[in-house]
């Protein structure tokens, strides 16, 4: 490795000297014809060409040696070092500081356009990657990056950045499992908490030069930042995560067990009478128990459905089975096995026969008007009316179910379809909170939209579900005509 700086060195010292032999042998030429003045100001052109891209040292001694040639060659008497002229020594003196004078500064300005480029170029590299890095939590990725801007600095016959962690593998150049020797380089990734892993890199021609080696010091004090903070925000997700499954298995708890008991309640109080032989097979009051039985089994198998439903849009499992089915269909199915548990409501549907077929899940398309009408009876006054409409607009089916109960704030329109998400003024009113956010979820797995909307005289529930199916428009009913 010496040898071969000794060797540059070398040539450019050799350069130099030759470039100053040729401007003398082009100066003598024209000796006669230049006033020794001129000469001397010709010869601080190639000194600072010299100085400017061989360098500071080359530079120096042609100053040196073109005093010493100046002196030989142009001052007389010639071929002599020995000056006779006062004016002369005056001459050579004032051409020798000029000369190193010349150089210094050239080489200085040299030195510091290199420096400035290079920090240039170092804080370029430093941008690009923290600019790389940031926002990053994948540490597979970040080991990624690192090794490619380490590559890009050192040049290095191998590099390998190992991030300590069970799950981590090390990322390397292909050839650094090839290399059986240890690395000449091992920087380690330090954080206050300890070391988070290592760049270790192989190179051993050329040497990595100072600025080189700081730079890629701090490539590793950058990735092990990136590294902290990946590890912090993996911290932080998994603390989300537990905080919100604590927060719904709260919630589902405590809204379970407020809703069950109520129905059990009941199922159990009926079936004791029952049982008891208290009440006779042909009174009145059995008919009723029975119906009580009914209805609250009902109810509980609606709120272990909920449950059940939400968990599976939670996990993505809950796959519409979409068919071509008849809306009207499924609203008078909903109706008749509501029939009982809609009390005074006045039902109104303005459903039309002709509307065209709509590509649903039908099982959770009844589960979507169930919620919603359950909903609307819940809120809405007794005795007042629910109305059902639905109609098309383009290549969509809009429906509408719309009750007369109380107005939701404007903050809440949004809020109402959240699990467990209930008003404060309608916290008397029973329910787990599920049933619209489960509304949500199907129609929206149905590629649709939900939303409410206060009216002047109640509320709204409103839903779009698209009529093309995988490019299809719907097929057209059996007893509709053919258009000729």
């Given at each position: 490795m010496q040898s071969i700086n000794f060797l540059r060195q070398s040539t450019r010292y050799i350069i130099a000297l030759g470039f100053i032999a040729l401007v003398t042998a082009m100066l003598f030429i024209l000796r006669d014809a230049l006033e020794t003045t001129i000469v001397a100001l010709l010869y601080l052109i190639p000194l600072g060409v010299i100085t400017a891209f061989l360098g500071l040292g080359p530079g120096v001694t042609s100053a040196f040696v073109t005093f010493l040639t100046f002196n030989y060659f142009f001052i007389q008497p010639y071929y002599r070092l020995a000056v006779h002229r006062p004016i002369d020594v005056v001459i050579l003196g004032i051409f020798l500081v000029v000369a190193i004078v010349i150089s210094q500064l050239v080489g200085r300005m040299q030195a510091s356009l290199a420096a400035a480029t290079a920090r240039e170029r170092e804080a370029t590299q430093l941008y690009e990657l923290s600019t790389a890095l940031a926002g990053l939590h994948d540490r597979q990725t970040i080991a990624r990056i690192l090794l490619k801007q380490v590559q890009d600095v050192s040049q290095g016959e191998a590099i390998e950045v190992h991030i300590f962690g069970s799950d981590i593998q090390p990322v390397r150049l292909p050839e650094a499992d090839k290399f059986n020797r240890k690395p000449e380089w091992v920087l380690p990734m330090q954080v206050a908490q300890g070391t988070l892993g290592e760049i270790r890199l192989w190179k051993t021609e050329p040497a990595l030069t100072s600025s080189a080696r700081r730079l890629i010091q701090t490539f590793a004090s950058q990735g092990a930042l990136a590294l902290e903070r990946a590890r912090l925000a993996e911290t932080e997700s998994r603390a989300r995560v537990l905080e919100e499954s604590d927060r719904l298995k709260s919630a589902i708890l405590s809204s379970v067990s407020h809703e069950l008991r109520t129905p059990l309640s009941t199922i159990k109080a009926a079936s004791s009478s029952l049982r008891s032989h208290e009440v006779s097979w042909d009174s009145p009051a059995r008919v009723e128990l029975i119906a009580q039985i009914d209805d609250e089994a009902d109810h509980l198998n609606m709120l272990v459905g909920n449950l059940l439903d939400m968990s599976r849009i939670e996990s993505g499992v809950l796959k519409p089975k979409r068919e071509w089915n008849i809306l009207p269909e499924i609203v008078e199915s909903v109706l008749a096995r509501m029939k009982h548990l809609t009390g005074d409501?006045?039902?109104?549907?303005?459903?039309?026969?002709?509307?065209?077929?709509?590509?649903?899940?039908?099982?959770?398309?009844?589960?979507?008007?169930?919620?919603?009408?359950?909903?609307?009876?819940?809120?809405?006054?007794?005795?007042?009316?629910?109305?059902?409409?639905?109609?098309?607009?383009?290549?969509?089916?809009?429906?509408?179910?719309?009750?007369?109960?109380?107005?939701?704030?404007?903050?809440?329109?949004?809020?109402?379809?959240?699990?467990?998400?209930?008003?404060?003024?309608?916290?008397?009113?029973?329910?787990?909170?599920?049933?619209?956010?489960?509304?949500?979820?199907?129609?929206?797995?149905?590629?649709?939209?939900?939303w409410g909307e206060n009216l002047p005289n109640g509320f709204a529930f409103n839903f779009s579900l698209p009529l093309i199916w995988e490019g299809a428009a719907p097929p057209k009913m059996p007893m509709e005509p053919e258009n000729e």
């Open positions: 409501h006045a039902i109104k549907v303005d459903v039309p026969e002709n509307l065209p077929l709509v590509p649903v899940d039908y099982v959770q398309m009844e589960q979507v008007f169930t919620n919603l009408l359950s909903n609307s009876v819940k809120y809405a006054p007794e005795k007042t009316v629910i109305q059902i409409r639905a109609f098309t607009e383009q290549d969509t089916l809009q429906v509408i179910v719309s009750n007369e109960g109380p107005q939701v704030p404007q903050e809440y329109l949004e809020r109402i379809f959240d699990k467990f998400f209930r008003l404060r003024e309608t916290d008397r009113v029973t329910g787990t909170g599920l049933g619209l956010s489960i509304c949500k979820g199907i129609i929206e797995a149905h590629n649709g939209r939900l």
